[in-house]
């Protein structure tokens, strides 16, 4: 072959590998390009994104970036943000450790807790000028974010050195991860410093807080492992949890004699740390008592999973979400790992012993009462008799997770050992918790309660539940990825959100098409895998279960059959094409946010519902026009208000809103009085209607319009507008007009929910806090009705980051005395107590007018008189946790206006004892 034949073949050849190399990188552009289909969305809300390109842009129709949205996506690189975003809800990037560069348009006014926790590659930031709204820990572990460009026509906030203020500089909300510098001197402006705001600030050594400084609030400069030197001013009052935790090189510290309160673990893991405090000082007298042992990783904090105080961000798990946990019956807007950061188990001769979670970050271990020998909270294992044999130690677990952890109880370590089996009766929660080593499990008989996240992200492969289980509690089989096999008996009447969610059992049932709808146990349906728009539920359901058709996009028409009774929690919420219900004469219950965001034609309400929960009917993101958001309630007595375990968790605070949201008239039956109004879903307090209640006066026929007379106003005056009191509405697709507008009576003008907030109960004694820096607007009003507890001055209340008003409530208790005891000695190898007295410890949402029973990863700060017949000396605290059994809560004497007073920590509110 000549030269200039080889020279063309060549040339030749290399032209087609051109063209193959052409061909292959288009076909990788187009493999990394994201399809709709791979946004979940809820109304405008970009709820959750299943896909898995590098490249992203968010579709032109999403106005929020819901919570966790592309939480875990490690493969994404770059995101583009239409200028139609309003809002980033909270870790909606967390955990996208691949993410580089993200550009914040100027139509973004609300960017949410942990927005871009853990984005560990992220080196581009751009704030626009209308953001408005900056939550706590958005850059926590951003360690390559070294600068941050702020619109120069932003309001709000201040861009100076690494660091961002409010515009007045009075807050300071972060220093980004990994700006360059040794030294930080706090301006003498700031006033309050932002949960998480120097979170994991490796650059930096040497802070120097401003004067007017009163709170070093939580986790604000953990896993600073550079830090060496911090000078507090002699403004400060208060050290939160784990706020300097993990900084390795803080030396000689001096604390000052205005210091008053500071958190057991604020220094946690400070190995060469030395607090330097005056003689008879509260800092004198915590050195002499903090635990100095040095335990590698204590104060480790996940920060792919940071989330701020606002929004609570107690719950947390073992780490974000990756592209499997966004179906539809995932884990609700919490995560369901719940409370264990971790665990590790203890075995003998290949048997289990017992399993250390984290609970209240303390490492509790879970006695399996099946097996002779169990691991006691100590480190050492026991025999049934209680003898002690030595063995390892149990390593105490760090919390992590994203903003979804749940705590269960204050307390120090150690923490008293819990069983996994209580009263023969229930699977405590968090039983068997990441236990990997169990793969086939048999309920044992008698079992009645399976708790929450009891074998969640366990090893199991099959489990049977016997006859006579009742209740499967929320998350309990959560993320059981192997569980393929499940046995679930008909005595079962109630299955919690996420129990079975990410199992592969629900999977493969989901997938089944020849039998799509999933019932089991007493005629409870808890998902659908079926394609059709109009469903037709089975006559042999009972339930509608919780998520079962959750962000179903395809439904427009639901039928269901007489049998069905209740429409369980989120059943059909996102479901934004819903617009028909029928059927469902024998329903008693509709749950919280049962038809969130579907845009139902009318709705309606049949005689047989005694009972409707929060936001089962919110239309505000329906997309429906404001006169076609209309509800007709078929029987003559009104629906109670009633509410779900999720809405008591103060994280989910958009979860405790009015039941019929942003309708606009209710329709009701002729002989409804003002009388039958309090209590009810139309109550103004109670529950949250604002809107026009009305009767028929004429039935439109055929092109003639129908009459409704108003004869309720559930507003007040000033609410009233043309939006609120239109002329007409839109019924089963006729118009009807409306009358009566003159004559209508008001029944909102005697105040709202937060004004009433007080007058519960009889009192002995009602104060309300000063707050703290962090707490904002918010207050706890402290109110006891007790015969122990003096009415002095001294009972008070501190939440960290508390924006809303609270009331805590604290009153005898006589009839769990027993229980506390016995809880007690089954802690403690049956010694007693010499002295005890019991209260009931409850906290209100002010202006909701709903009880919160877990505060989450935040914790309330309780002070009150010492009760009588209690002694200063070795004073406990302690409570039960849900399934009743004892915990330990962190607590001390302290002197308030020369009286002798408790204060304790608590996360959770049940029954509480005080004890000697």
């Known amino acids: 072959m000549s030269k200039k034949s080889i020279r063309n073949f060549l040339g030749g050849l290399l032209l087609c590998f051109t063209a193959a190399a052409i061909h292959f990188s288009s076909m990788d552009v187009k493999a990394a390009s994201a399809s709709f289909a791979d946004f979940q969305m809820q109304g405008d809300t970009l709820v959750k994104y299943t896909g898995t390109a590098s490249a992203v842009s968010i579709p032109t129709s999403v106005k929020h970036i819901g919570k966790e949205a592309f939480a875990g996506h490690t493969e994404l690189v770059k995101v583009e943000v239409p200028g139609y975003i309003e809002s980033i809800d909270y870790n909606a990037f967390s955990g996208c450790s691949s993410l580089e560069t993200i550009a914040i348009p100027d139509t973004v006014t609300s960017i949410g807790n942990g ?11 751009k704030l626009g000028k209308n953001l408005k709204k900056l939550g706590s820990g958005v850059f926590a572990g951003c360690h390559r974010l070294s600068s941050l460009t702020l619109d120069k026509k932003n309001e709000s906030f201040a861009y100076e050195n690494g660091v961002i203020y409010s515009k007045d500089k009075k807050i300071l909300y972060c220093m980004i991860p990994g700006y360059s510098t040794g030294e ?45 030197k911090v000078a507090f001013s002699y403004s400060l009052r208060r050290i939160g949890v784990k706020a300097f935790a993990g900084c390795l090189n803080l030396g000689n510290t001096e604390i000052p004699m205005s210091v008053s309160y500071i958190h057991d673990t604020a220094f946690d893991s400070c190995s060469k740390l030395a607090l330097l405090a005056e003689a008879g000082s509260y800092g004198a007298e915590y050195e002499s008592k903090r635990d100095k042992s040095n335990v590698p990783g204590a104060g480790y ?69 099946s097996q002779s020998m169990v691991r006691s909270g100590n480190g050492q294992t026991e025999n049934s008799q209680g003898e002690s044999i030595q063995s390892g130690n149990i390593q105490s677990y760090p919390d992590s997770g994203t903003a979804a952890m749940e705590v269960i109880g204050g307390g120090s370590s150690p923490s008293y050992p819990k069983y996994t089996v209580v009263n023969n009766e229930t699977i405590a929660s968090q039983a068997y918790y990441r236990n990997s080593q169990l793969e086939n499990y048999r309920i044992p008989e008698g079992i009645k309660r399976i708790g929450e996240f009891a074998f969640a992200r366990s090893g199991l492969a099959s489990v049977t539940i016997p006859e006579g289980v009742t209740a499967i509690g929320y998350g309990a089989f959560y993320h059981c990825d192997n569980l393929a096999e499940i046995e679930i008996p008909s005595s079962v009447t109630e299955i919690e959100p996420s129990a079975f969610a990410e199992t592969k059992w629900l999977k493969e049932k989901k997938n089944d098409r020849e039998n799509p709808f999933v019932i089991v146990g007493d005629g409870i349906l808890i998902a659908y895998g079926g394609m059709g728009s109009q469903i037709e539920i089975p006559g042999s359901v009972k339930q509608i279960g919780a998520e079962a058709f959750k962000g179903n996009t395809q439904i427009t028409g639901v039928s269901l059959p007489s049998s069905v009774t209740i429409i369980g929690e989120d059943a059909f919420a996102g479901c934004s094409n819903l617009v028909s219900i029928s059927g469902g004469e024998n ?27 929060l936001k089962a009917y919110d239309m505000s993101n329906s997309g429906k026009h404001d006169w076609t958001k209309n509800a007709v309630f078929l029987g003559s007595q009104l629906p109670a208000v009633s509410y779900e375990t999720t809405a008591t968790r103060l994280v989910n605070e958009e979860y405790r809103d009015a039941v019929f949201k942003d309708v606009q008239v209710a329709v009701v039956d002729e002989n409804i009085t003002k009388e039958d109004i309090p209590g009810t879903v139309l109550d103004f307090k109670a529950g949250g209607f604002r809107g026009l209640v009305c009767t028929v006066k004429r039935a439109a026929s055929g092109d003639t319009p129908g009459l409704l007379e108003v004869k309720f106003c559930m507003m007040h005056k000033a609410e009233v507008n043309s939006r609120s009191m239109p002329d007409e509405i839109v019924l089963y697709g006729k118009t009807y007009e409306l009358s009566g507008q003159e004559d209508m009576e008001y029944l909102s ?25 962090a707490a904002g607007a918010g207050r706890v009003t402290v109110e006891i009705s007790s015969t122990t507890i003096s009415s002095q001055p001294g009972a008070f209340a501190e939440m960290s980051g508390n924006q809303g008003n609270y009331i805590l409530s604290i009153s005898d208790n006589t009839t769990d005395r027993d229980a506390v005891n016995s809880a007690y000695r089954r802690a403690v190898s049956g010694s007693g107590l010499t002295a005890l007295q019991v209260y009931n410890i409850t906290l209100l949402d002010a202006d909701k007018r709903i009880p919160i029973t877990k505060l989450g990863k935040q914790q309330m700060s309780v002070t009150i008189p010492i009760p009588s017949g209690i002694s200063a000396q070795n004073l406990k605290v302690v409570c039960l946790d849900e399934d009743g059994q004892l915990e330990k809560v962190n607590s001390r004497v302290v002197t308030v206006e020369n009286q002798q007073c408790v204060r304790f920590e608590a996360n959770h509110f049940s029954v509480y004892g005080i004890c000697n």
């Open 115 to 125: 927005a871009f926790s853990g984005c560990s590659s992220l080196r581009n930031m």
């Open 184 to 228: 930080y001197k706090m301006p003498s402006t700031v006033e309050e410093i932002k949960n998480y705001a120097f979170w994991g600030c490796q650059n930096l050594k040497r802070v120097y807080i401003g004067s007017n400084v009163e709170e070093i609030p939580d986790y604000a400069f953990e896993k600073c492992t550079e830090l060496e």
């Open 301 to 369: 904090q996940n920060t792919s999973n940071v989330g701020g105080t606002d929004a609570g961000n107690g719950q947390e798990g073992s780490g974000t979400s990756g592209n499997n946990n966004g179906s539809s019956n995932g884990a609700a807007d919490e995560n369901p790992e719940g409370n264990a950061g971790g665990n590790v188990s203890g075995t003998l001769n290949g048997n289990l012993l017992g399993q250390s979670a984290v609970v209240g970050g303390n490492a509790v271990v879970f006695m399996d009462n």
């Open 587 to 613: 329903l008693t219950e509709i749950r919280d946010r049962a038809f969130e965001g579907c845009p139902i034609s009318t709705i309606k309400i049949p005689a047989s519902v005694k009972k409707i929960g």
């Open 749 to 773: 003008e005697d105040g709202d929910a937060a004004t009433q907030g007080g007058e519960a109960g009889n009192t002995a004694a009602g104060n309300e806090t000063e707050g703290t820096a």
